[in-house]
């Protein structure tokens, strides 16, 4: 089995010029999960995932995921102003909300 970095979204694989290839045998390979992980996490990149690739078989492996430091983090409200207009949204319609979670009482 051979370690991978893949684009989590295009189902790409990174290779060793930092470009995504289709094709896993070209793609940059790892001697453990825990340095593509670290590798994965310094290339500006987005989602991605670490994977095991049995070339025998062409199977794939999920093994680790993360993000790269090319994504931006999520905006933070500016103001109380901006936060208080997200939560009456989330009030509002509470199906966006995760099932694990207390929901918010609808008066």
Known sequence: MIILIENAE???YLNSKSEWTSNAIEA???PSTHIAFAAAKKEAIGKFNIVGYVAETKQLVN???GRGKGVERLA???N???LLVSLSRMVANPSHCRDDLPRPAVK
């Open 28 to 30: 940059m390979t790892f």
């Open 80 to 82: 109380r102003t901006s």
């Open 63 to 65: 093994m680790d995921h």
């Open 10 to 12: 295009s189902f790409k």
């Open 76 to 78: 933070q409200p500016r």
